[in-house]
């Protein structure tokens, strides 16, 4: 080793936990505390599948742990049924935010579906006021260590999106950064939405699309080329478009090649991946390839009751699947907060103020 080339620091897992990391994909309704659940339930006598903290929670990942997207999602009834009340929301989106500040998340764009949070006589209006006054609460007792964001997601297989996206403008200067579509994939593609989409471009406005992950090649090529997303959600299925020889070089079709000249964020989420079958492994999880083919990859949690991971858990899985090193884990941090829906000034001063100083500690 000398000393114009130190060698790469592989971290250790603390390391990891206090570095600063940036987290664009993250389901409001998929990260309650199981002690939350439980009590909110019981205020509302919602009855739930466990009766205690761990076996709920292990319920969650073991139904989640499903190979399916479909089943995947259907456990997401029980964190949606408790929230319904503008007190519960506020609740569950104040404590996601004291739970990524303790993760060293030094920002976050978290979705969640208002259409699914009005069954109790809640308005979609209601709705982003409460999760904005819990996320500012929890933004307020992390004492500035972390600024978070809402993106509104429509449910593909409904028919609001156009009211969702103007929910999301009509919110643009009040905490929400973002519009997204989730849900089952197969047999909802993005057109199905474009009017909400066009809408959106002609406000000048930002969004992702979750696409290439129960579905492939064509659901990408959707949301980027008739939707105009500008990320993908998981967009894992793009490797289908990358051909590895025998002697080990690669060759890009044109759609993979053109996400990655455009330098489009892919929001890779590889714990939930290995869940739903759209991955097999971590180590075998195509962010390996796609990191090394320099895409614009970005680490996310998705769902961090269902796949009970955290951006720590994340991060480092991946440095033991690949080796990654502080440098490493650097670049998919800057990489998410250049991708970030936050105003660029901001995002820099992030990067700048936050981030770089905060891996220059831990490298020493
Ligand atoms: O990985 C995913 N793929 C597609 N849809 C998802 C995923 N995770 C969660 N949701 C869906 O998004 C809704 C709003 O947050 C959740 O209720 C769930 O149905
Ligand atoms: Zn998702």
């Given at each position: 080793?000398?000393a114009?080339?130190?060698?790469p620091?592989v971290?250790?897992?603390?390391?990891v936990?206090?570095a600063?990391?940036?987290?664009?994909?993250?389901?409001?309704?998929?990260?309650?505390?199981?002690?939350?659940?439980?009590e909110l339930?019981?205020?509302?006598?919602h009855?739930l599948?466990?009766?205690?903290?761990?076996?709920?929670?292990r319920w969650f990942?073991?139904?989640?742990d499903?190979g399916s997207l479909?089943?995947?999602?259907e456990t997401?009834?029980?964190?949606?049924?408790?929230m319904?009340?503008?007190?519960?929301?506020?609740?569950?989106?104040r404590?996601?935010?004291e739970?990524?500040?303790?993760?060293g998340?030094v920002?976050?764009?978290?979705?969640?579906?208002?259409?699914?949070?009005?069954?109790q006589?809640?308005s979609?209006?209601?709705?982003?006021?409460?999760v904005q006054?819990?996320f500012?609460?929890?933004?307020a007792?992390?004492g500035?260590?972390i600024?978070?964001?809402?993106?509104?997601t429509?449910?593909r297989?409904q028919?609001?999106?156009?009211?969702?996206?103007?929910?999301?403008?009509?919110w643009?200067?009040r905490?929400?950064?973002?519009?997204?579509?989730?849900?089952?994939?197969?047999?909802f593609p993005?057109?199905?939405?474009?009017?909400?989409f066009?809408?959106?471009q002609?406000e000048?406005?930002h969004?992702?699309?979750?696409?290439?992950e129960?579905?492939?090649l064509?659901?990408i090529?959707?949301?980027?080329?008739w939707?105009?997303?500008?990320?993908?959600?998981?967009?894992?299925?793009i490797?289908?478009?990358?051909?590895?020889?025998?002697?080990?070089?690669?060759?890009?079709?044109?759609?993979?090649?053109?996400?990655r000249?455009k330098?489009?964020?892919?929001?890779?989420?590889?714990?939930?991946?290995?869940?739903?079958?759209?991955?097999?492994?971590?180590?075998?999880?195509p962010?390996g390839?796609?990191?090394r083919l320099r895409?614009r990859?970005?680490?996310?949690?998705?769902n961090?009751?269902m796949s009970?991971?955290?951006?720590?858990?994340e991060?480092?899985?991946?440095v033991?699947?690949?080796?990654?090193t502080?440098d490493?884990?650097?670049?998919?941090t800057?990489?998410?907060?250049?991708?970030?829906?936050l105003?660029?000034?901001?995002?820099?001063?992030?990067?700048d103020?936050?981030i770089?100083?905060?891996?220059a500690?831990l490298?020493?």
């Amino acid at each position: 080793m000398t000393a114009a080339s130190p060698e790469p620091t592989v971290p250790t897992r603390d390391q990891v936990l206090r570095a600063p990391k940036v987290l664009l994909h993250d389901h409001l309704d998929g990260g309650l505390r199981p002690a939350t659940i439980l009590e909110l339930a019981a205020e509302i006598g919602h009855e739930l599948p466990a009766g205690d903290a761990d076996s709920l929670a292990r319920w969650f990942a073991e139904s989640a742990d499903s190979g399916s997207l479909v089943r995947y999602l259907e456990t997401f009834d029980h964190t949606v049924a408790v929230m319904q009340t503008a007190p519960a929301i506020a609740r569950v989106a104040r404590e996601c935010v004291e739970d990524l500040a303790a993760d060293g998340v030094v920002y976050a764009e978290i979705r969640y579906a208002p259409e699914q949070h009005v069954s109790q006589g809640l308005s979609l209006d209601e709705v982003v006021a409460a999760v904005q006054e819990g996320f500012e609460a929890g933004m307020a007792a992390a004492g500035g260590r972390i600024v978070v964001r809402q993106l509104l997601t429509a449910m593909r297989h409904q028919a609001r999106s156009m009211e969702i996206a103007e929910l999301a403008v009509a919110w643009r200067d009040r905490g929400v950064a973002g519009f997204d579509i989730a849900g089952a994939e197969a047999g909802f593609p993005p057109t199905r939405h474009l009017d909400a989409f066009e809408y959106l471009q002609r406000e000048n406005f930002h969004f992702t699309i979750h696409a290439g992950e129960a579905f492939g090649l064509p659901s990408i090529w959707q949301a980027i080329q008739w939707c105009g997303a500008d990320r993908l959600g998981h967009g894992v299925r793009i490797i289908d478009d990358v051909k590895v020889a025998e002697d080990g070089s690669v060759e890009l079709g044109r759609l993979a090649a053109y996400v990655r000249d455009k330098r489009i964020p892919l929001e890779m989420c590889p714990a939930s991946n290995v869940q739903t079958g759209a991955a097999t492994s971590i180590a075998e999880h195509p962010i390996g390839l796609l990191t090394r083919l320099r895409f614009r990859v970005t680490v996310n949690t998705d769902n961090r009751l269902m796949s009970q991971t955290s951006m720590t858990a994340e991060m480092w899985s991946l440095v033991q699947a690949f080796g990654y090193t502080l440098d490493d884990l650097r670049w998919f941090t800057i990489n998410a907060m250049k991708s970030s829906f936050l105003p660029f000034d901001e995002r820099l001063a992030i990067i700048d103020g936050v981030i770089k100083p905060g891996y220059a500690a831990l490298l020493g």
